[in-house]
């Protein structure tokens, strides 16, 4: 009732017995559900394997075949499995967002594993199509960002390269799809720019800002895809400035504030014009300098 997702790491209070997400409980003295006073937190695995065995069975659906209704009567219908860990996939990302809105992040990271091993399964039966390797690089994506609200940035870093890996095999036609590759790279350079690698966050921002421009060849009308170079080419530009390339960084300022003053924007999309905003403020200010 804490995070709106399934049970993970399933905990009961002492002594009212109601369960929880060991994450979930772990904040409160009383219990949510009743109010009695929290006298210990104990590990509840009868219950837990409950729910891990309905996570196992959404990957299967029964279904009763029949030829004839002639044949159906009267007689007993036949019971088989058939996988569709596609919907399960889909089933393990809503439980995952769900528990990260509610800060449980090993409960969204253990979901959204068992989500990478399904598409993985699949694409070794299906191969590498657009759709499994966009789905695919999405939850590794998530799983990068999970790791890097943990401060494991190692790990956020291999599932960040490993996202990119699969969704540089989609067709470079869907826009949201070349929106979560730049962001997969920006996010790897990020990480890098933090830990001091300058020379790798560059090349990381330079390969966002390259899909980026390549993907505004064919959507030069959208506001977000410009907004969206004018912010790699700020990151860019900022690197520059610490790699004491003065004369590239001053350049690259230059071209975002060109591009972001020459952007209009519906006077519906707000968030986006704030957003235009807070990027035209900060490649100002780097000007001014």
Do not use: W
Not at 69 to 82: P, Q, R, S
Not at 155 to 170: C, D, P, Q, T
Not at 268 to 282: D, H, I, P
């Amino acid at each position: 009732m804490i995070c709106q997702a399934l049970l993970f790491q399933c905990s009961k209070c002492v002594p009212c017995s109601h369960a929880y997400c060991r994450v979930c409980i772990s904040r409160f003295k009383d219990c949510p559900l009743c109010g009695a006073d929290i006298e210990k937190i104990e590990d509840d695995p009868n219950l837990q394997g409950v729910v891990d065995r309905f996570i196992e069975g959404h990957a299967r659906i029964k279904r009763a075949q029949t030829n004839t209704e002639e044949e159906a009567e009267g007689e007993k219908k036949t019971v088989i499995y058939e996988d569709v860990s596609l919907e399960r996939g889909s089933f393990l990302v809503q439980q995952a967002m769900r528990a990260l809105r509610a800060n449980n992040i090993e409960s969204a990271k253990s979901r959204l594993s068992v989500c990478v091993e399904d598409v993985k399964e699949e694409l070794e039966r299906m191969g590498h199509t657009p759709e499994l390797c966009s789905q695919l690089g999405a939850v590794l994506g998530m799983l990068g960002d999970c790791c890097r609200a943990t401060a494991d940035s190692s790990s956020a870093i291999a599932y960040f390269e490993e996202s990119v890996n699969f969704l540089m095999k989609v067709p470079k036609d869907d826009l949201e799809i070349t929106h979560t590759l730049s962001v997969s790279l920006n996010k790897i350079g990020d990480l890098k720019y933090y830990d001091g690698d300058l020379q790798s966050a560059r090349s990381y921002y330079s390969q966002a800002l390259d899909v980026r421009r390549d993907a505004i060849k064919h959507h030069s009308s959208v506001p977000s895809q410009i907004l969206d170079i004018a912010t790699s080419l700020a990151k860019v530009a900022d690197v520059d400035r610490n790699l004491a390339n003065e004369d590239a960084a001053v350049s690259g300022f230059e071209e975002a504030i060109k591009m972001l003053e020459s952007l209009t924007i519906d006077d519906q999309e707000v968030g986006l014009e704030q957003r235009r905003q807070s990027v035209l403020k900060f490649v100002n200010s780097q000007l001014v300098k």
